[in-house]
């Protein structure tokens, strides 16, 4: 069965540092992977997707990340945060026949401080 | 173009009431799916509609639950009788493309509370 985890359920950090949230998943198939944001009274955005191809994923608003198949991760990263990005980001997975039925992970929220 | 929309935003019931939350998708979306967030854990598929018929129920979590999606347009989820840990956030999502690249747009969710 498939399953993702989230190692960090916050992570505060200050304005214009650089931020990693980690994220894990296990699957005995092939997978495809994404990163959700929800800001504050919202609806969860799509921030990135990996389905194939290049490892190094580029989502909106300066986050990326990087699939690494040996590891089984999918870490999501952004060079200089700002207050805007304060928000709960949930890392995802599904399969190929799974479509729109996605296995989240716990979240993790990101407080950026001034 | 409006998004997925949500009704109510916030919900207080007792235990034992009936509480029944509306999602609108986007208009052309055949495909609906619900997901559920006790406090603190991880979001949760419960079903999933293509059109009017229930493709996958199975995060259902018991029959006090009952979905449906009249017509193929807006869904309900029911909730007979509710219980304390019903509460948690509901989540709507639609989408228009089946398949690995689906695209799925969420509502900003129901705020369920049972007391």
């Known amino acids: 069965a498939q399953s993702v985890t989230q190692l960090d359920s916050q992570v505060p950090v200050f304005e214009e540092a650089p931020v990693e949230l980690r994220c894990n998943y296990s699957?005995?198939?092939?997978?495809?992977l994404f990163w959700y944001v929800q800001y504050p009274n919202q609806g969860l955005q799509l921030l990135l997707k990996?389905?194939?191809?290049?490892?190094l994923v580029k989502g909106i608003n300066g986050f990326e990340a990087e699939f690494n198949k040996s590891q089984t991760s999918f870490h999501l990263r952004k060079p200089s945060v700002h207050i805007s990005d304060t928000a709960e980001y949930f890392c995802?997975?599904?399969?190929?026949?799974?479509?729109?039925?996605?296995?989240f992970g716990q979240g993790t929220e990101l407080s950026v401080k001034p | 173009e409006a998004g997925v929309t949500q009704f109510p935003s916030h919900s207080v019931i007792e235990k034992g009431q009936t509480v029944t939350l509306r999602c609108d998708p986007i208009?052309?979306?055949?495909?609906l799916y619900w997901y559920r967030r006790v406090m603190g854990k991880e979001i949760k598929f419960l079903l999933h509609f293509v059109k009017e018929s229930k493709q996958d129920e199975s995060g259902m979590p018991n029959n006090r639950f009952l979905a449906e999606r009249t017509g193929g347009t807006y869904s309900t989820l029911k909730v007979q009788p509710a219980e304390l840990e019903d509460s948690g956030v509901y989540f709507c999502?639609?989408?228009?493309?089946?398949?690995?690249?689906?695209?799925?747009?969420f509502g900003s969710g129901t705020q369920l509370s049972v007391l």
């Open positions: 990996y389905l194939s191809g290049s490892t």
């Open positions: 995802a997975v599904t399969d190929y026949n799974q479509g729109g039925k996605l296995i």
């Open positions: 699957s005995s198939v092939s997978v495809y």
């Open positions: 208009s052309g979306h055949d495909n």
């Open positions: 999502a639609s989408s228009q493309v089946t398949g690995f690249n689906e695209k799925l747009f």
